[in-house]
């Protein structure tokens, strides 16, 4: 039986577009989705190859990182996504890069900070990660967010674009 959002998806001519990110070996790829979105509206990241962003946290991450620039720190587990999209000229939406922020164990990625940084691809595929596939060039991610030693390297989104309680 078709559920209630295939039947209105097929009524109105649309048709429902899996992110692609779903496809991924890594599981946030699926489960980023039914985690707390802190992103009021899609905003341009202009860091992030400047597509529209929203930001996403786990169970673990999501009371401290909704204090924002009051953060003290994310326990180890906790996790930030941000899944990433653009409009091209031809009016097609696409999604593009799944950008990832884990905090791990304290000592095992003194580099980083604890971060371990992963970027999943529009197809699915991964770019890389800290400790793991391309770690070298995952650098760059924290060589920018350890600026922000204050926050947990955290960065956060302008206020304006934040969910407002
Ligand atoms: C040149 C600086 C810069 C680089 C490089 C960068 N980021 Fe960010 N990142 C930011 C800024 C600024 C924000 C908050 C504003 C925004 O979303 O654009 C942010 C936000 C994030 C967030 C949401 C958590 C937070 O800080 O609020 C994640 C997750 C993230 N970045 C992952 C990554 C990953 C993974 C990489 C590398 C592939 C990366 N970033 C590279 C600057 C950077």
């Given at each position: 039986m078709e559920s209630m959002n295939e039947q209105a998806a097929m009524e109105s001519d649309s048709a429902i577009v899996r992110a692609s990110w779903s496809g991924s070996d890594r599981s946030e790829g699926r489960e980023f989705a039914g985690w707390t979105n802190?992103?009021?509206?899609p905003y341009i990241s202009f860091t992030h190859g400047e597509r529209?962003?929203?930001n996403h946290?786990?169970?673990i991450a999501a009371e401290q990182?909704?204090?924002f620039e009051q953060v003290d720190a994310i326990p180890a587990g906790g996790i930030i996504a941000k899944p990433t999209f653009s409009i091209n000229a031809s009016g097609e939406a696409l999604w593009e890069t799944l950008f990832l922020m884990e905090k791990a164990e304290a000592g095992m990625?003194?580099?980083t900070n604890d971060w371990i940084y992963t970027a999943i691809m529009p197809d699915g595929s991964l770019m890389g990660r800290t400790l793991g596939e391309n770690s070298d060039g995952?650098?760059?991610?924290a060589a920018c967010h350890m600026g922000a030693s204050?926050?947990?390297?955290l960065l956060f989104m302008e206020p304006e674009y934040r969910v407002q309680n």
């Open positions: 802190f992103a009021a509206t529209f962003a929203t946290a786990n169970a990182y909704g204090m990625s003194p580099d995952m650098y760059f991610c204050d926050t947990d390297d």
